[in-house]
């Protein structure tokens, strides 16, 4: 790659005023600077109450401690690599979005956890390279509605390439990368690397993001591209099943183990969208 996508802090925090708050999330009190935050205040408040996304809070927790390495995929800005690393885990936090990463570093430097918090500013993909945010870009990499409010270039790493930078002896996942997920599995070696260090991983999908355009909803195009990106994504859900296969488990959240494609697409069109997927185990 032309450009190290890991720099430091200093690049992305500023001298201005600061929205700063305290949270208590599962017991861990969190320092928060909301001032780039995009979700606000409800979205901190929503995960000490319990009532936002609490299955991948659940599984971060669970698998957090000094011995393990957490990727953080999709980090935005940064409620589970706080957590994480809180609990004593090296974090690897991977964000490519600009206004994300203004809030991460600055939660990550409130928190005083630089020494356990990697930021790697860029898009996570099964390649390295580069793109731009702005028209044109590959939106198997970045999806339109992850790409809101961003312009410029951002280099992209694989995961093979970010998982032999930081070594560990135990390491879990949590990808939520609004669509980009299929691009990285279904491309590259990952699934070959995630299968080759016992990976545990906790997997968000979002069938059809990165087929999805922008249209006006009450127009003809936006009802033929919605049928368009749905009918790739049960696609892209039948394909990412088979290629798993064989090399790991997939299961819902609370252990239920999905034994076929064909259910877990199912259950992707009916709004079940995450799944925990743990190499260490492959399917017999």
């Given amino acids: 790659m032309g450009s190290n996508p890991t720099v430091t802090a200093n690049s992305y925090l500023s001298e201005e005023t600061k929205l700063q708050k305290t949270f208590k999330i599962a ?3 969190l320092e928060v600077d909301l001032t780039h935050d995009a979700y606000g205040e409800s979205m901190w408040g929503g995960a000490g109450d319990g009532v936002w996304e609490c299955a991948t809070l659940g599984f971060v927790l669970a698998n957090s401690s000094p011995s393990a390495t957490f990727f953080d995929f999709g980090a935005a800005s940064g409620v589970f690599t706080l957590l994480a690393a809180k609990r004593g885990a090296s974090v690897v936090a991977v964000e490519p979005h600009p206004i994300w ?3 991460l570093y600055s939660n990550v430097d409130a928190n005083d956890l630089s020494e356990r918090v990697t930021i790697v500013s860029a898009a996570i993909s099964s390649f390295d390279g ?3 945010f702005e028209d044109g870009r590959n939106r ?3 999806s339109d509605s992850a790409a809101q409010r961003a312009e410029g270039k951002i280099p ?3 995961l093979e390439k970010i998982v032999s930078e930081n070594p560990s002896q135990r390491s879990f996942f949590k990808i939520d990368i609004e669509g980009a997920e299929y691009g990285l599995l279904l491309g590259g070696n990952s699934i070959e690397t995630l299968s080759s260090i016992g990976a545990l991983v906790f997997l ?3 069938p059809g993001f990165s087929y999805q355009g922008v249209f006006n909803n009450r127009s ?3 009802f033929v591209n919605s049928i368009y990106a749905r009918s790739r994504g049960v696609w892209d859900n039948l394909r990412l099943f088979k290629a798993m296969q064989g090399s790991a488990t997939v299961a819902l959240p609370n252990g239920r183990l999905i034994k076929r494609a064909t259910e877990f697409a ?7 969208h995450d799944f925990v997927i743990n190499f260490s185990k492959p399917r017999s």
Wanted: glycine share 8%; net charge negative; hydrophobic share 60%.
């Fill in 27 to 29: 017991g861990v009190e």
């Fill in 140 to 142: 198997r990499v970045v």
């Fill in 130 to 132: 580069e793109l731009f």
């Fill in 204 to 206: 968000s999908i979002h």
């Fill in 266 to 272: 199912l259950l992707a069109e009916l709004g079940v």
């Fill in 220 to 222: 003809f195009n936006w």
């Fill in 156 to 158: 992209v790493i694989s």
């Fill in 101 to 103: 990463l203004k809030a």
